[in-house]
Nanobody, 120 residues
Framework: QVQVVESGGGLVQPGGSLRLSCAAS????????MGWYRQAPGKVRELVAR???????NYADSVKGRFTISSDLAKNTVYLQMNSLKPEDTAVYYC??????????????WGQGTQVTVSS
C-alpha cells in the first residue's frame, strides 16, 4: 500500500505565506504526477497545482504568480509554497500522488488533507 501524508497547514493573516509538504511512502516504483487540490466548504474539490515527473507544471488561474509547486523525487515529496494568501484560499488542501506500484499497477492516492485558514 501507499501512504500520503500532508503537513504545514494552519492559520495565517491575509498577505502571509505558508508552505505545505506532502510525502508519499510504501510500494511505489515510480511517480507520474504529484499535485495539490483544495476544497472549501460547500464547494467541489479543485486543482491547485500539479507537477508531473515529465512535462509541464500546471496551476489554477486563481493561484498563478502566488503559489509555487516543487518536488523532490528522491524523497517522493511535493511542496506547495503559498505567498500573498487571500481569504478565498481558505480550504482543506489535499495531496494526490499518481504512481506506478511495485506490482506494476498504476494508481493514485489521496492524503488526509490539511486545513489552511486565511483570516485576520
Amino acid at each position: 500500500q501507499v501512504q500520503v501524508v500532508e503537513s504545514g497547514g494552519g492559520l495565517v493573516q491575509p498577505g502571509g505565506s505558508l508552505r505545505l509538504s506532502c510525502a508519499a511512502s510504501g510500494n511505489i516504483f515510480s511517480i507520474y504526477v504529484m499535485g495539490w487540490y483544495r476544497q472549501a466548504p460547500g464547494k467541489v474539490r479543485e486543482l491547485v497545482a500539479r507537477i508531473p515527473t515529465e512535462g509541464t507544471t500546471n496551476y489554477a488561474d486563481s493561484v498563478k504568480g502566488r503559489f509555487t509547486i516543487s518536488s523532490d523525487l528522491a524523497k517522493n515529496t511535493v511542496y506547495l509554497q503559498m505567498n500573498s494568501l487571500k481569504p478565498e484560499d481558505t480550504a482543506v488542501y489535499y495531496c494526490n500522488v499518481d504512481c506506478l506500484l511495485l506490482t506494476g499497477r498504476r494508481r493514485d492516492y489521496w492524503g488526509q488533507g490539511t486545513q489552511v485558514t486565511v483570516s485576520s
